[in-house]
């Protein structure tokens, strides 16, 4: 009983601070936008730079699953053993035809919806672009209702209708870029929502959590690049601060946060950490307000309360349902 408390204490504080952390993450490109990046040059950097430290944990999850299969020692020495490793390990890190066509359209979603969202930075305050683009469980609803004719529950309708409302709060009539800023960050729920649904259904679900980070962010940062120089948005930075900020942007959120995120899923379960994940809009804009003096009427407090509700009603009765079924 005491390690089934502490492994969901441990789950609860993992997820908190990997929302905070992503709460942080329209704050520093902010930052970084200072030094002279753009939005999308962003992209690149978040996703180029962790490689390495991915690839390294994607072979050593890789490694321990060999070492964990019947009939392989855990220990063994030698050339002709050595090689032998080597291959298994190649073959393992591997993508089948059918997981590369998947992987390939999966990470144009992913993609698009992080240029979607560090482009709204440029036009609305970061808690409000962050608030908006959490609106994305709404749209996944949305979609089973539209395209698999799923029918929409009193929760799901609830949802639907607190999503409105915030959207509508965040909207300021004369405001310059307001709309646009808006829009992107809409999109990028939208785009999100793809994401989500599409890796549900593929065969990318069963992939190793970090072999699948690695293939994912290595193809999306091509993606961006490609994008990047396509519409000649792409800046290499010349400071050495924006290549510090930019490496510790790239590692907080690519590393730290989305393994905090995963180790919490598998401690407290994908319910609990919804509703702990609504802490990073309100990091957003309680920072935004704090460091950057973003103004934060009572107006934008009412949408994120909004949202936040929307989310809430989602993922709370899905959670009372399983534990009813449990019992």
Same mark, same amino acid.
């Given at each position: 009983?005491?390690?089934?408390?502490?492994?969901?204490?441990?789950?609860?504080?993992?997820?908190? +601070?990997?929302?905070?952390?992503?709460?942080?993450?329209?704050?520093?490109?902010?930052?970084?936008?200072?030094?002279?990046?753009?939005?999308?040059?962003?992209?690149?950097?978040?996703?180029?730079?962790?490689?390495?430290?991915?690839?390294?944990?994607?072979?050593?999850? /890789?490694?321990?699953? @060999?070492?964990?299969?019947?009939?392989?020692?855990?220990?063994?020495?030698?050339?002709?053993?050595?090689?032998?490793?080597?291959?298994?390990?190649?073959?393992?890190?591997? @993508?089948?035809?059918? /997981?590369?066509?998947?992987?390939?359209?999966?990470?144009?979603?992913?993609?698009?919806? =992080?240029?979607?969202?560090?482009?709204? *930075?440029?036009?609305?305050?970061?808690?409000?672009?962050?608030?908006?683009?959490?609106? *994305?469980?709404?749209?996944?609803? #949305?979609?089973?209702?539209? +395209?698999?004719?799923?029918? @929409?529950?009193?929760?799901? %309708?609830?949802?639907?209708?607190?999503?409105?409302?915030?959207?509508?709060?965040?909207?300021?009539?004369?405001? %310059?870029?307001?709309?646009?800023?808006?829009?992107?960050?809409?999109?990028?729920?939208?785009?999100?929502?793809?994401?989500?649904?599409?890796?549900? %259904?593929?065969?990318?679900?069963?992939?190793?959590?970090?072999?699948?980070?690695? *293939?994912?962010? $290595?193809?999306?940062?091509?993606?961006?690049?490609?994008?990047?120089?396509?519409?000649?948005?792409?800046?290499?930075?010349?400071?050495?601060?924006?290549? #510090?900020?930019?490496?510790?942007?790239?590692?907080?959120?690519?590393?730290?946060?989305?393994?905090?995120?995963?180790?919490?899923?598998?401690? +407290?379960? $994908?319910?609990?950490? $919804?509703?702990?994940?609504?802490?990073?809009?309100?990091?957003?804009?309680?920072?935004?307000?704090?460091?950057?003096?973003?103004?934060?009427?009572?107006? =934008?407090?009412?949408?994120?309360?909004? +949202?936040?509700?929307?989310?809430?009603?989602?993922?709370?009765? $899905?959670?009372?349902?399983?534990?009813?079924?449990?019992?």
């Amino acid at each position: 009983e005491g390690n089934k408390n502490m492994k969901e204490f441990r789950g609860f504080m993992f997820v908190m +601070i990997s929302a905070v952390i992503f709460g942080c993450m329209p704050l520093a490109a902010k930052v970084i936008y200072a030094e002279g990046c753009t939005s999308v040059s962003l992209v690149v950097y978040r996703y180029s730079i962790s490689l390495p430290v991915l690839l390294v944990l994607a072979l050593r999850e /890789q490694m321990k699953v @060999l070492k964990q299969q019947p009939g392989r020692p855990v220990r063994s020495v030698g050339t002709a053993v050595y090689k032998q490793r080597v291959r298994a390990l190649k073959r393992r890190m591997r @993508l089948n035809p059918i /997981q590369l066509r998947q992987m390939l359209v999966l990470s144009a979603g992913f993609c698009a919806t =992080t240029i979607l969202l560090f482009s709204s *930075y440029n036009y609305i305050s970061s808690g409000s672009a962050t608030t908006i683009h959490f609106s *994305y469980p709404v749209f996944v609803i #949305l979609a089973g209702v539209v +395209i698999f004719k799923e029918k @929409l529950g009193a929760a799901g %309708k609830a949802a639907v209708f607190f999503c409105v409302l915030g959207l509508i709060c965040f909207y300021e009539p004369g405001q %310059k870029g307001g709309a646009q800023g808006i829009f992107l960050a809409l999109a990028s729920g939208i785009t999100y929502s793809f994401y989500m649904m599409y890796f549900d %259904k593929s065969q990318l679900k069963f992939i190793r959590p970090f072999k699948m980070n690695f *293939y994912l962010s $290595a193809v999306s940062g091509v993606i961006a690049f490609l994008f990047a120089v396509f519409t000649d948005s792409f800046v290499l930075l010349h400071s050495a601060r924006g290549w #510090l900020f930019a490496a510790a942007f790239s590692f907080m959120i690519t590393i730290v946060a989305c393994i905090l995120f995963q180790i919490g899923i598998a401690d +407290i379960g $994908a319910r609990k950490s $919804a509703v702990l994940s609504t802490f990073e809009p309100i990091t957003s804009v309680v920072l935004g307000a704090v460091l950057f003096h973003e103004a934060v009427v009572i107006k =934008t407090w009412v949408g994120v309360l909004f +949202i936040v509700v929307s989310v809430l009603s989602i993922t709370v009765p $899905a959670r009372k349902r399983q534990m009813n079924r449990s019992d």
